[in-house]
T-cell receptor, first 115, second 112 residues
Framework: KAGVTQTPRYLIKTRGQQVTLSCSPI?????VSWYQQTPGQGLQFLFE???????NKGNFPGRFSGRQFSNSRSEMNVSTLELGDSALYLC??????????????FGSGTQLSVL | KQEVTQIPAALSVPEGENLVLNCSFT??????LQWFRQDPGKGLTSLLL?????REQTSGRLNASLDKSSGRSTLYIAASQPGDSATYLC???????????FGSGTRLSIRP
């Protein structure tokens, strides 16, 4: 069974640009969540989707948005990039939500550098 | 505010030792708690998940315990190996529909 796939693996952008990251969950998983990881702030929750509906949202500005498609694939978008958006963005999937007993499975992440 | 603290922040031990990683959380009303492992520049791998009704979970050389009343979880690693070197994070979830909150992690180094 293929794992969680995130594309691209690396991305370099300049301030003011926008970026779209993609996440394909494990087949059959309907819940997808996104996280930002930086050396200073650690792992922070961005948002969580289940069956195309956003179920939870973290404390990030409106420049960060996401969506989930009918095939459970998810994208997140960051508009008007700032230097502080440089981070490893991780996506995770699980079988269902409420998660109950299900573990989270993470992708390898997208390393975003904003210059 | 729900916070998760992991102590120590870093740990270096010789191969073969048994060790304990600690995690404390401010709100004892958790739904479940996961322990993850992260290798540098990579995603996270779920090691163990403990439901609120459970006291511990075991997988191979790993054992995780949960004490909700004291707001603590521990990850016990037996007979450590260099391949265990990684950052270990604990992450409680407070309800079936709530987000997971991550601790800052313990960076573990096992010396050959």
């Amino acid at each position: 069974k293929a794992g969680v796939t995130q594309t691209p693996r690396y991305l370099i952008k300049t301030r003011g640009q926008q970026v779209t990251l993609s996440c394909s969950p494990i087949s059959g998983h309907r819940s997808v969540s996104w996280y930002q990881q930086t050396p200073g702030q650690g792992l922070q929750f961005l948002f969580e989707y289940f069956s195309e509906t956003q179920r939870n949202k973290g404390n990030f500005p409106g420049r960060f948005s996401g969506r989930q498609f009918s095939n459970s694939r998810s994208e997140m978008n960051v508009s008007t990039l700032e230097l502080g958006d440089s981070a490893l963005y991780l996506c995770a999937s699980s079988f269902s939500l409420p998660a109950g007993t299900e573990k989270l499975f993470f992708g390898s992440g997208t390393q975003l550098s904003v210059l | 505010k729900q916070e998760v603290t992991q102590i120590p922040a870093a740990l270096s031990v010789p191969e073969g030792e048994n060790l304990v990683l600690n995690c404390s959380f401010t709100d004892s009303a958790i739904y479940n708690l996961q322990w993850f492992r992260q290798d540098p520049g990579k995603g996270l791998t779920s090691l163990l998940l403990i439901q609120s009704s459970q006291r511990e979970q075991t997988s191979g050389r790993l054992n995780a315990s949960l004490d909700k009343s004291s707001g603590r979880s521990t990850l016990y690693i037996a007979a450590s190996q260099p391949g265990d070197s990684a950052t270990y994070l604990c992450a409680p979830r407070y309800s079936s529909a709530s987000k997971i909150i991550f601790g800052s992690g313990t960076r573990l180094s096992i010396r050959p």
